[in-house]
């Protein structure tokens, strides 16, 4: 992560921030999160994280200490936070049981997706959890303009912007009374964001049309690509270039012959540990893009434009700010740039 790596470590370490020049949050505290009304009388003592990028938050503003269990991982950690993970129960490399969450006996239940703890409740419901006593915060990200009733990854309706992601920091702050280590988390993403823009400013207007591949149920079927309100298309907003889908679906399955006429100049591939896919590893994404008769006469495969990033930079979580750096790198490096 760079810059994050030591700005963080030292500013916001697990063991607190020594800063105090914001108020404290009074108590009881009452937020509107993602339509209902929440209230905490106290700052959350033991929280069960469903979804990595929550984790990594709560990791971010220095709460590892309260974290009783997690679930829903992607690929490993952010690398200054590995010692802290090791000892953190994970209850699900997926979606967790209601009876595994509650086992812990959390007073917060925070999660990155909607679906989990939502109207949907894959692993449970809001309802569910207050009537054992159990506060539940859902990221902003998935609920602010987005629909997610049909239980899969949602419709958004307006584009996503990082403003989503500071503003669950600065809840999550609020929350759990440390309100300086969200600041100081906020401005340091903002700080790498501009940096990342100015870096590929002869590209700014080039319009690059570029396709970002999650992944794919099936290798040789359609792909989930990144559709046009989505985390990458914020990315791709930030730097200059264009998305290939039009649809509002967060990662609608696309055919490569829809792709193809489009005729994408870079291929953005997700790397990430897990397996549930068949196309979830990336080797598997180019082995196919090189070997199918569509795919390989595409103008990115045929220059070897690909860029490898992080899955969990695809996402709304504060690795976004990764993705924006690891594009403008990559058309760089492909002499892209005006």
């Not at 009783?68 to 950690?77: F, R």
């Not at 009733?149 to 920091?169: H, N, P």
């Not at 992080?310 to 492909?334: C, H, V, Y």
Request: charged content about 20%; proline content about 4%; overall charge negative.
């Amino acid at each position: 992560m760079r810059q994050i790596i030591a700005t963080l470590t030292f500013a916001l370490g697990l063991t607190g921030f020594a800063g105090t020049s914001l108020a404290a949050t009074q108590y009881p505290l009452t937020l509107n999160n993602c339509g209902q009304q929440v209230t905490f009388k106290k700052a959350p003592e033991k929280i069960v994280s469903i979804g990595q990028g929550m984790t990594e938050v709560l990791f971010s503003l220095g709460l590892a200490g309260k974290v009783a269990g997690t679930a829903v991982w992607v690929g490993p950690v952010l690398p200054q936070y590995a010692d802290a993970n090791s000892k953190i129960k994970r209850l699900a490399d997926n979606d967790p049981s209601f009876e595994a969450v509650v086992g812990q006996e959390p007073d917060l239940v925070a999660a990155e997706f909607e679906w989990h703890v939502g109207a949907q409740g894959s692993v449970g419901k809001r309802e569910q959890f207050a009537d054992l006593g159990i506060n539940t915060y859902i990221a902003p990200a998935d609920c602010v303009a987005k629909i997610n009733a049909d239980g899969g990854d949602g419709v958004r309706k307006e584009l996503f912007t990082m403003d989503l992601i500071y503003q669950e920091i600065a809840e999550l702050s609020e929350i759990f009374d440390v309100k300086d280590r969200g600041d100081a988390l906020i401005a340091d993403l903002k700080k790498r964001e501009a940096a990342a823009v100015a870096s590929i400013s002869g590209a700014s207007g080039k319009n690059l049309p570029v396709v970002f591949w999650f992944s794919s149920k099936e290798v040789k079927g359609d792909a989930f690509i990144a559709g046009k309100n989505s985390a990458p298309a914020y990315i791709l907003k930030t730097v200059g270039a264009k998305n290939v889908v039009t649809t509002e679906e967060e990662w609608p399955l696309v055919g490569w012959e829809t792709i193809a006429q489009a005729n994408p100049a870079v291929i953005v591939l997700a790397t990430m540990d897990r397996r549930r896919y068949a196309a979830d590893d990336p080797k598997v994404k180019i082995d196919f893009l090189e070997s199918d008769p569509v795919t390989k006469e595409l103008e990115a495969v045929k220059n070897k434009h690909f860029v490898m990033m992080d899955a969990q930079s695809m996402n709304p979580t504060i690795r976004t700010i990764d993705g924006i750096e690891t594009l403008a790198n990559g058309i760089k490096t492909f002499g892209l740039t005006q």
